[in-house]
């Protein structure tokens, strides 16, 4: 599920190594270490590097599908997930904001699983900076990425919207309908 996408924006993982297996100490985009006993640089570079990762990795997707034998689940995985956003962008706000630790790290480590699962790198790779910050217990830095939180998170779910999960009820590359999935 981690192979590079060549249609997808420059700057992705190098294939086979996830977005979100990079370790929050990795200098920049593609999850290049700092040379020893060199710090990996100023959080803000970390957070603008995230930058350069694809919002949708379709690699991910594409391999979801064959995954499930094109059972229509990984559109409705997909759909389910933007469906979710709000409430689970709030989630994760609101422990952030309340420095509840278990709650704030439950929600990152969801967030981040789910959004490598449907490709969203950047999200992904945001949350497992987010994650790293309240295991710290960093809670003011904590605050402050999540405007970028907010900001990709909308991001993705617009590309998901719009090139994978066609809200027009139509599927995937004009597959004919789209399966709808269970209500949340």
Do not use: C
Request: charged share 20%; glycine share 12%.
């Amino acid at each position: 599920m981690h192979s590079q996408d060549s249609g997808s924006s420059a700057g992705g993982p190098a294939p086979g190594h996830p977005a979100v297996g990079i370790t929050p100490d990795a200098a920049y985009a593609g999850g290049v270490a700092a040379p020893a006993g060199r710090p990996a640089g100023p959080p803000a570079t970390q957070h603008e590097a995230v930058g350069l990762l694809p919002l949708v990795d379709a690699a991910v997707l594409e391999e979801l599908e064959e995954e499930l034998a094109g059972t229509g689940l990984a559109q409705r995985f997909a759909r389910d997930y933007a469906a979710m956003w709000d409430q689970r962008y709030t989630r994760l706000a609101a422990a952030v904001e309340e420095h509840d630790g278990d709650s704030a790290l439950d929600a990152a480590i969801s967030l981040k699983i789910s959004s490598a699962m449907v490709g969203g790198t950047r999200l992904a790779r945001l949350a497992e900076l987010l994650e790293a910050m309240i295991r710290r217990g960093d809670f003011a830095q904590a605050q402050e990425l999540m405007r970028q939180v907010a900001r990709e998170g909308g991001l993705t779910i617009t590309e998901l919207r719009s090139s994978y999960i066609f809200d027009t009820g139509r599927g995937p590359a004009g597959q004919g309908p789209a399966t709808q999935g269970p209500a949340n």
